[in-house]
């Protein structure tokens, strides 16, 4: 038995190095294994370099992908599996595709499920606040069912660039600086803080956005697992909220649901017939609209704000998101939705089986209005004449962008979307026929959180739901 040592459980350039080394030198897989940190007997720790006297074989790219990511499974015999797979591909160089073959089945059901981790800790990692020294560090303790933690981070700080955070886990921690993301030892429980003040923002999110109608409790278990319960603010609540389930739907059955506004909808759909952009510039692609929008004075907000933020996403997304302004975080990073406000989007989003990666998201404001309170940036409203004056950039990215449906966040957007403020209230879930688009309005997820009422924030939490369902659709 050959022995090939690996640095860690999750090291796949060691186990690369190691498989390759044992197939060119025609190790059968019954005669080799691989043991991570000090092996046994027969170490096999000096492989012989890729390429050395010409010695390689082709290794298909979706195999490489396939145990980039089954190694990442807690599995035992994961390493194992794979180097069957790449003894078997030597004269096999199909097996890929024999879906029905064990090997190849197991491993794509490891990927899947080490994919399906990496899904969970994205919405369900909850960063706690911690001050030190005055600055702020946000730090969330989280048990990923794999070992997805270096995989995963880099995603958070995409989305999470402007906080000092650290994601600490049983397997390693990971820590952005703001600039650098690093990965540490091993944690524990008792290193990240218990709660702080945004813990009952989460707990009134998710009241608030709880469905007593839709409840399946086997369906809810699956899409959040018990293992994750413990960091959740939120999941301290679910056994009341399933308990007073039947008794809230029995309530939002028995409320009558609001009219159509069609009138409303004709007014809008011929308002915003023929819109055209102004003046003379067109910018031809997001880059240039994106530096464009920098040079922009068609109204004040530019003076205060660190720089314009306009949307992100996918290029030719068939779903645009626009919400209100850019916030503080926002403004100083230059993408929407980003910090704390981004993480509410995203749990909505991916509570409604939305995937935020394939839309475009933007708003209906460019800069961040604001007014200072000591050292703080509170939002303020953009007003009317504001956001008319910057629904030329909102155009100009729809005009690029070209989505099949927009999906309006609360008031403000709706008005950069229409030209005009409808009562969103009374306008949602309607499917408005735009020249270059199908419109849908709805409220701000954050709205869900100022509804003291229960049975009110449950009938609310109802609709938006169905209006995220009806997007769904729509695509
Ligand atoms: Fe221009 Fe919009 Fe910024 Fe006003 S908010 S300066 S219209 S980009």
């Known amino acids: 038995m050959r022995v090939g040592v690996l640095e860690s459980e999750t090291d796949f350039a060691g186990w690369r190095r190691a498989a390759r080394a044992f197939r060119l030198a025609g190790t059968p897989p019954a005669d080799a294994a691989f043991r991570v940190g000090e092996g046994g007997g027969g170490l096999f720790d000096e492989a012989p370099p890729v390429g050395d006297g010409g010695a390689q074989f082709p290794v298909p790219r979706a195999f490489v992908e396939l145990a980039e990511a089954v190694i990442l499974h807690r599995s035992e015999d994961r390493f194992d599996l794979l180097y069957r797979l790449l003894w078997r591909l030597g004269r096999e160089p199909d097996l890929l595709r024999v879906l029905s073959d ?59 660039a402007t906080m000092r955070w650290s994601i600490l886990t049983p397997d390693g921690a990971a820590h952005w600086d703001g600039d650098r993301l690093s990965f540490g030892p091993p944690a524990t429980r008792d290193m990240a803080p218990a709660e702080d003040e945004i813990e009952d923002f989460w707990k009134t999110y998710y009241a608030s956005t709880f469905n007593p109608a839709r409840l399946k409790t086997r369906t809810m278990r699956g899409e959040m697992p018990k293992r994750y319960w413990a960091n959740l603010p939120e999941a301290s609540l679910i056994p009341d909220l399933v308990a007073s389930a039947a008794t809230r739907s029995e309530a939002m059955i028995a409320t009558p649901a609001p009219e159509p506004n069609a009138r409303l909808a004709k007014t809008l759909s011929r308002l915003n017939r023929d819109r055209a952009f102004e003046e003379g510039f067109t910018p031809s692609s997001l880059e240039e609209l994106g530096q464009a929008v920098q040079a922009c004075r068609r109204c004040p907000l530019w003076r205060d704000a660190t720089q314009g933020v306009c949307g992100q996403g996918a290029r030719k997304a068939r779903l645009m998101i626009v919400g209100e302004q850019p916030g503080d975080h926002e403004d100083l990073s230059g993408r929407p939705f980003v910090g704390p406000a981004g993480q509410v989007l995203d749990a909505a989003l991916a509570e409604a089986g939305i995937d935020r990666d394939d839309a475009f998201v933007t708003n209906a404001v460019k800069h961040f209005k604001h007014v200072p309170r000591g050292k703080r940036r509170i939002h303020q409203t953009p007003t009317t004449s504001e956001v008319t004056a910057c629904r030329w950039w909102l155009d100009a990215e729809r005009a690029l ?3 099949r449906v927009i999906l309006s966040l609360g008031g403000t957007a709706a008005l950069g979307v229409l030209g005009q403020k409808p009562a969103v209230t009374r306008m949602r879930g309607q499917a408005l026929a735009l020249p270059d688009a199908t419109a849908l309005l709805t409220i701000h997820p954050s709205y869900l959180l100022r509804l003291p009422d229960p049975e009110a924030a449950a009938r609310e939490r109802e609709r938006f739901f169905a209006d995220l369902k009806m997007v769904q659709r729509l695509l």
């Open 102 to 160: 064990r090997d190849v089945a197991d491993a794509l059901e490891r990927a899947k499920n080490v994919s399906r981790a990496s899904h969970k800790m994205k919405a369900f990692v909850r960063f706690r606040l911690s001050e030190e020294e005055g600055a702020e560090h946000w730090i969330s303790w989280f048990e990923p069912a794999h070992r997805v933690l270096e995989r995963t981070a880099p995603f958070f700080a995409r989305r999470f």
């Open 401 to 403: 962008v070209r989505p």
